[in-house]
């Protein structure tokens, strides 16, 4: 097992369902760009064309979910995991029911549950039941239907994620055939899960999800595991998974836990309690990595604060949809979940860009800077110049939205949307993890981007 695995690895992982992969196929002619360029001193338009069309953001659809958080539950608040205990303890035994109570953080991860479980070191018997408390969000199989069985950015959501809700496997060679082991690390703790089987077989060409007696089964492709290697892939059922993996992690200091029952933890004594990053360090990663579970997790938990009870993505949505449009003027906007990973939501550029006017005391200190490349493989340089800006990428839809700061120390805002419906619609379903043409359309887009952003930094920067 390969051990001591960074939370930058997990997160990298993340994003390598979407990362640019070797063109394949004839790209479809991209259509032409909807953008728009405002000085947001004075508020004049300084470069346009179709801003007025509606397009999908994809992940730039996290900038709206990010001030949507922001407003409904501060900067500083924190998602809490804690354990509960219903009854006393004495003498080392609980009299009662343990609980391990989530409260939907989403970048929970083994080594957290590991802190958790040595908080429980004087404990050695449990004579009541092991509870695993969930209700806090509501239960998702996935973010999106439309996307491959193993893509990581598409994950289950629940009250209790862990390590983004993915499974790590690794393979390596054997007499009959790859060894395969699932485990779920972090960089001071590891746990074998063995609830996750994996069968290799000829009869698939990508890693397909099922379940089976005791747990989930990845039908995993014979030709793509030669010689040894890792990948992350999804659990579906969050909650045994996570359930799972705290029992090992308290079993290493000595407590055996009974095995563990879904339901509402009622009340008790906290006996542990740990509590995550504040909201502003959870967007400023989300912005960074792209992070979808993120996103789901921070939407559903601002729609809960204002008073919402959604109990899917879409209810959620409609809620962030209302308070975009009444908050900052996107009359035409509309977002079916929270992260951008689908080609349902969708608004304008112009939309975007007075979304950026209205933020632009909030969103720059949570973005990333991003070069822009010359177009002969380097970085085009403009000195005293710099671009903040999220991107969005699904198959032939691309997406780049933020703010170019001039050297004068005045902001420029811009939005980039590009999108080919008939390509997507025609992707079949066996082609769903690399459809022909998607990475030449991808490449053509982002070519596109950076054209126009040299154009506007040699002019305006």
Do not use: C
């Amino acid at each position: 097992m390969t051990r001591g695995l960074s939370r930058r690895a997990v997160l990298a992982g993340l994003a390598a369902g979407v990362a640019a992969r070797p063109g394949r196929g004839r790209a479809a002619e991209p259509p032409r760009a909807g953008y728009l360029l405002v000085d947001l001193k004075g508020g004049q338009v300084l470069d346009a064309r179709d801003a007025d069309r509606a397009f999908p953001p994809a992940s730039v659809a996290k900038l709206v979910t990010t001030l949507y958080a922001l407003e409904a539950l501060g900067p500083g608040y924190r998602f809490a995991t804690r354990l509960v205990a219903s009854g006393p303890v004495e003498g080392g035994a609980l009299a009662g029911d343990l609980a391990l109570v989530g409260g939907g953080d989403p970048v929970l991860d083994t080594d957290a549950l590991g802190e958790l479980a040595a908080e429980l070191s004087s404990l050695r018997a449990i004579k009541g039941g092991f509870r695993i408390d969930a209700g806090a969000l509501p239960a998702i199989g996935q973010i999106a239907e439309d996307q491959p069985d193993a893509a990581g950015y598409n994950p289950a959501i629940a009250g209790l994620n862990l390590n983004f809700n993915r499974v790590y496997l690794q393979w390596a060679p054997g007499a009959s055939g790859p060894k395969t082991a699932f485990s779920a690390p972090g960089e001071r703790f590891e746990v074998d899960v063995p609830s996750v089987r994996a069968e290799v077989t000829r009869a698939v060409r990508e890693p397909t999800h099922g379940f089976g007696p005791g747990g989930e089964v990845w039908r995993l492709p014979a030709g793509g595991m030669r010689g040894a290697g890792s990948l992350w892939l999804p659990v579906r059922e969050p909650v045994p998974y996570a359930a799972e993996v705290f029992a090992a992690l308290a079993g290493r200091g000595g407590l055996t836990l009974p095995a563990a029952i879904d339901g509402p933890a009622g009340g008790g004594t906290v006996l542990a309690e740990r509590r995550g990053a504040p909201v502003a360090e959870l967007l400023r990663g989300m912005l960074f990595h792209s992070t979808n579970l993120t996103a789901e997790v921070l939407g559903l938990r601002a729609t809960q604060t204002r008073g919402g009870t959604p109990g899917d993505l879409a209810r959620s949505a409609a809620a962030m949809t209302d308070w975009a449009r009444a908050e900052y003027g996107l009359g035409g906007a509309v977002f079916v979940n929270h992260s951008g990973l689908t080609d349902q939501s969708h608004l304008t550029p112009r939309e975007q860009v007075r979304l950026l006017a209205r933020a632009e005391d909030r969103l720059p200190g949570l973005l990333r800077e991003r070069p822009v490349a010359d177009g002969a493989g380097g970085t085009f340089r403009a000195e005293g110049a710099r671009v903040l800006a999220k991107t969005g990428t699904l198959d032939f839809v691309s997406a780049l939205a933020g703010y170019v700061e001039r050297r004068n120390g005045r902001r420029l805002a811009f939005a980039i949307f590009a999108a080919d419906p008939a390509a997507r619609a025609a992707i079949r379903p066996e082609d769903r993890a690399d459809p022909p043409g998607a990475a030449l359309w991808a490449n053509r887009a982002r070519a596109e981007q950076a054209a126009l952003l040299r154009k506007w930094l040699a002019a305006y920067g």
